[in-house]
């Protein structure tokens, strides 16, 4: 059974930083993607990041030069460091793992950047 928990979430300032972290639990295998989406109330879930098991990153252009994906493959667990963030910015993040025919999703953490 796969797993996906995110942390990292909370509130921050127009400018600041946060990272997320997602720890993957289970069997994993050697291809997949991973990535970042964030939903906001009233809203369909956008992707913000992902990152293949290959290590190519694509990223929404609105967070690009802002936030970078990566992982620790060893720890399974996908990362998301987010500068500069802006009101916009705030949602609930998931992390999702897509391997085979099958995708997992996190439960989310909230971001919440105020003015």
């Known amino acids: 059974q796969v797993q996906l928990v995110e942390s990292g979430g909370g509130l921050v300032q127009a400018g600041g930083s946060l990272r997320l972290s997602c720890v993957v639990s289970g069997s994993i295998s050697d291809t997949y993607t991973m990535g970042w989406y964030r939903q906001t109330p009233g809203h369909q879930r956008e992707v913000v990041a992902s990152l293949t098991s290959a290590g190519v990153a694509e990223y929404a252009d609105n967070v690009k030069d802002r936030f970078i994906i990566s992982k620790d493959a060893v720890a399974n667990i996908l990362y998301l460091e987010m500068n500069a963030l802006k009101v916009a910015d705030t949602a609930v993040y998931h992390c999702?793992?897509?391997?085979?025919?099958?995708?997992?999703w996190g439960q989310g953490t909230q971001v919440t950047v105020s003015s």
């Open positions: 999702k793992l897509v391997q085979g025919w099958q995708a997992y």
